[in-house]
């Protein structure tokens, strides 16, 4: 079996694989110009970035070289059959490589199973909506790579017949080495140092996880313990105390009903006469809360931050306890028909599960084809239950849309605002782009939205309901259009206040209209409804980590985000961000890093104390 040994094959099958590494390099290199990590990079970072990418290729792509080349070579196979294994699995990798760098260019992460469960779990073909051009240019950029990938194999064919060199695996492996090991302790003096350059770089390769030696470096009294722990976030418990106090309520003497009209991804500077007049107009007999923050900046720990009053930091001691949220379980012990009305599925995130999990008779999905008719959908059904309202119970109802989320809606809902794209092409996103077409088809469908508010507003008022009835108003989360500068589109990529800030209008029978001047936060919805809806006496720091809405109170050191990934948001905009990889990064309100930056450590373990509360 030796002496059948393919050795030319050997050869050309590495040289395929050097070059397949340095075009995988190339594309890992491009991420970093997707966002503003260019600003603050050195010298030193860029050498150590360059290494860095193509370090991760040459491990990626060592894999398929080793279980494909390898073996063929051992029994004596062609090499024309080698080349065309490592050629599909290069040509796939390049694919994956490319279609996360556009996942990255938005979200600023990249592709996990977060991701993959959302592309195939239940009701994926309502959270994500494209185009046909939109699979029409990836499939076409897919067959580009692929071709790539040919290309290469013809040009190692092409210098495996020149190269002939005495020294070929020396001269070939010890540059390769050398830069991976200039790579490994790169990342080593910049973890300990805390160098801004290189821990910001290394994020940006995805799945990249160079090694770290800092309790060594201390052992050997390089680097001081203290100051590398003063930031630390030590993990709490598994146990959740919710509340932390036994309620005591006061039953009131009239029930009201709640209405909770909620726009997925709604961006502030949409709340305008023009675009949403009937919000407007009914904002101005309500409570208007301008400075107005969400619990996080996607979907799950916005709705989760809105019911609980708690961070999704603490989703999944809820999810392992089974715990529901207290407003949703004592609006059911005070006999309120509760009930749903979503647009995008409830089956994930599972908001069924998670808050209404008591809920008998929910409605988790809701038929149509497009997030706009399923709009129009969920608006008839509530409108519908509204007339056959008897009074004879308290109800609290959610309506959930989702076209402002989607950024879809027919081309005959697309004359408000001109100039306007006529569907969302991902891919012409940039940081050099004018985002006003963009912009105007979110606009828009946010317009179409309103419009259908407007319909449930006005069936509230015909049916004479406003009189004891709460209404709120507001976003699960914000929708950013590139308004920093930066690259940043969408939600779930930062937490600047353009992700996690959204308009809160709060009417309540007797309420006194007009704009309140201090900030307000998603956790301060459910302690407030306790209280006014339910007649709950406890002190809302029982129950949330909000306020009520009424209290002015400072609401410094705002937490939004999960348990791996979040972010304290101060009242002068700076950011304290933890990322998932446990590093900290202090941004200002633009996003902009600041390296030199001096927390107030008392603060920052006050936050993480309050953060921490409610477990045992």
């Not at 991420?31 to 990418?53: D, H, K, L, N, R």
């Not at 020396?170 to 390769?176: A, D, G, K, T, V």
């Not at 209280?531 to 109170?553: A, E, F, I, K, Y």
């Not at 990322?579 to 930056?597: A, E, I, Q, T």
Request: contains cysteine; glycine residues 6%; charged residues 20%.
């Amino acid at each position: 079996m030796i002496k059948r040994l393919n050795k030319a094959g050997i050869r050309q099958g590495f040289l395929y694989y050097l070059l397949a590494t340095l075009a995988l390099a190339l594309i890992f290199f491009c991420y970093i110009f997707q966002g503003a990590s260019t600003e603050m990079m050195t010298p030193i970072g860029w050498i150590y970035f360059v290494a860095s990418c193509i370090t991760h290729a040459a491990i990626l792509l060592l894999i398929p070289f080793l279980l494909i080349q390898l073996p063929l070579a051992v029994l004596g196979c062609r090499q024309r059959w080698a080349n065309g294994a490592l050629g599909f699995v290069y040509g796939l990798l390049f694919v994956l490589a490319v279609a996360n760098s556009y996942v990255y260019a938005i979200y600023h992460f990249h592709i996990n199973g977060l991701v993959l469960e959302m592309l195939t779990g239940p009701g994926a073909s309502e959270i994500f909506v494209f185009s046909f051009w939109i699979y029409a240019k990836a499939i076409v950029l897919s067959l580009l790579l692929m071709a790539l990938s040919g290309v290469l194999a013809w040009l190692s064919r092409k210098l495996a017949k020149r190269c002939r060199q005495r020294h070929f695996w020396r001269n070939s492996l010890l540059p390769l080495l050398a830069v991976g090991l200039f790579s490994q302790a790169g990342h080593i003096y910049g973890s300990a140092t805390v160098n801004a350059s290189i821990v910001e770089s290394t994020d940006v390769i995805p799945y990249y996880f160079p090694l770290r030696a800092n309790k060594l470096l201390v052992k050997m009294g390089m680097i001081d313990r203290r100051k590398m722990n003063r930031l630390h976030f030590k993990s709490a418990g598994s146990s959740v105390v919710y509340p932390l106090r036994p309620l005591k309520i006061r039953k009131p003497e009239k029930p009201l009903n709640v209405v909770i009209l909620c726009i997925d991804s709604w961006n502030p500077r949409t709340l305008t006469a023009d675009c949403t007049p009937n919000i407007c107009n009914f904002a101005r007999e309500a409570e208007q809360y301008p400075h107005h923050l969400s619990s996080s900046n996607g979907t799950r720990g916005g709705i989760f931050g809105m019911f609980t009053g708690l961070s999704a930091y603490y989703w999944k001691s809820f999810e392992y306890a089974n715990i529901q949220p207290l407003l949703i379980e004592q609006l059911l012990k005070a006999g309120y028909k509760v009930q749903a009305y979503p647009s995008a599925t409830f089956d994930y995130p599972p908001f069924a599960k998670m808050i209404f999990g008591h809920v008998k008779g929910l409605n988790t999905n809701t038929p149509g084809a497009t997030p706009y008719e399923r709009d129009i959908r969920i608006t008839h059904n509530f409108m519908t239950d509204l007339d056959r309202y008897d009074g004879s119970r308290p109800f609290f109802s959610f309506v959930f849309y989702d076209s402002a989320h989607a950024i879809e809606v027919p081309k005959s809902k697309q004359h408000r605002f001109r100039p306007c794209w006529e569907y969302c092409d991902y891919m012409k996103l940039s940081n050099d782009i004018d985002p006003t077409p963009f912009f105007n088809l979110y606009r828009n469908c946010v317009a179409e939205v309103d419009s259908l508010i407007g319909l449930t507003l006005d069936k509230l008022k015909q049916k004479d309901l406003l009189r004891n009835t709460v209404v709120i108003i507001t976003g699960d989360h914000g929708q950013e259009f590139n308004e920093n500068h930066n690259n940043y589109w969408g939600h779930s990529s930062n937490y600047s206040e353009w992700q996690i800030h959204t308009p809160l209008i709060y009417y309540y029978p007797g309420c006194k209209p007009g704009k309140r001047g201090y900030r307000t936060t998603h956790y301060d919805l459910s302690p407030t409804l306790l209280r006014q809806v339910l007649g709950v006496t406890n002190p809302p720091s029982d129950l949330s980590m909000g306020h009520d809405l009424s209290d002015p109170s400072p609401r410094d050191w705002h937490l939004a985000g999960n348990d791996l990934y979040y972010a304290f948001t101060l009242t002068d905009g700076t950011i304290v961000e933890k990322r998932g990889s446990g590093s900290l990064k202090v941004l200002d309100k633009r996003m902009r890093p600041l390296p030199d930056y001096r927390l107030n450590a008392r603060e920052l373990q006050e936050a993480i104390r309050n953060m921490n509360r409610f477990f045992k």
